[in-house]
């Protein structure tokens, strides 16, 4: 990648993962905190993954199959007083590294799963930059270390922003690439030991 490339990606990740305006400095806005997804939260959810993910459509269905499946790994972010969210992460055990194709129901969460994985995270602009992501993950790494490693599907060329969590790429097989690739363009496969 020429340098000129480099720089502006890495001013596209800079710029997506910090806000100018940070809420935390509002006295009266109240700050958000972590909470389970509950199935009321579904059309707030969706909301803020069509704002963050437009190219990446899934369909309420596959966000409540999640949450009923597997409850303890759905977190909202959610500001006092409200039931608008502010953001979500979205987790669950796969079998190793065979996560779910995008907008894709599970069916189920067998017992013999053995690697955890992260579906998706996503902040509003405007919370992030705040601190808030390291308390969602940090609960979610509590769930995962039950599991030798945990993985995702980074999108938007945020491999900088999962490596300060210990992700890193991994080689996969032609049958994962190809489920990857379904992410989008630059859409990587990343691993981090628990």
Not at 164 to 178: K, M
Request: net charge negative; hydrophobic share 35%.
């Amino acid at each position: 990648m020429p340098v000129s490339q480099f720089a502006i990606s890495l001013l596209y990740v800079q710029y997506s993962m910090t806000e100018p305006t940070r809420p935390e400095s509002n006295p009266a806005k109240p700050k958000p905190s972590w909470h389970p997804v509950t199935l009321n939260h579904i059309p707030s959810l969706i909301h803020v993954a069509a704002r963050i993910h437009p190219g990446l459509p899934e369909s309420d269905h596959v966000f409540a199959e999640r949450v009923k499946l597997f409850p303890a790994g759905c977190l909202a972010l959610v500001q006092e007083g409200s039931d608008e969210l502010c953001g979500y992460l979205i987790s669950h055990p796969i079998r190793y590294r065979q996560p779910p194709a995008l907008d894709s129901l599970l069916e189920e969460i067998a017992e013999d799963m053995d690697q955890y994985y992260i579906h998706d995270l996503a902040l509003l602009p405007e919370w992030r930059g705040c601190g808030f992501t390291m308390g969602g993950i940090e609960r979610v790494f509590g769930i995962a270390k039950q599991y030798q490693s945990t993985c995702l599907v980074s999108v938007y060329k945020t491999e900088l922003f999962w490596a300060r969590y210990g992700f890193r790429p991994v080689e996969i097989e032609e049958r994962l690439e190809e489920k990857v690739r379904g992410y989008g363009e630059g859409a990587k496969f990343l691993e981090r030991e628990n």
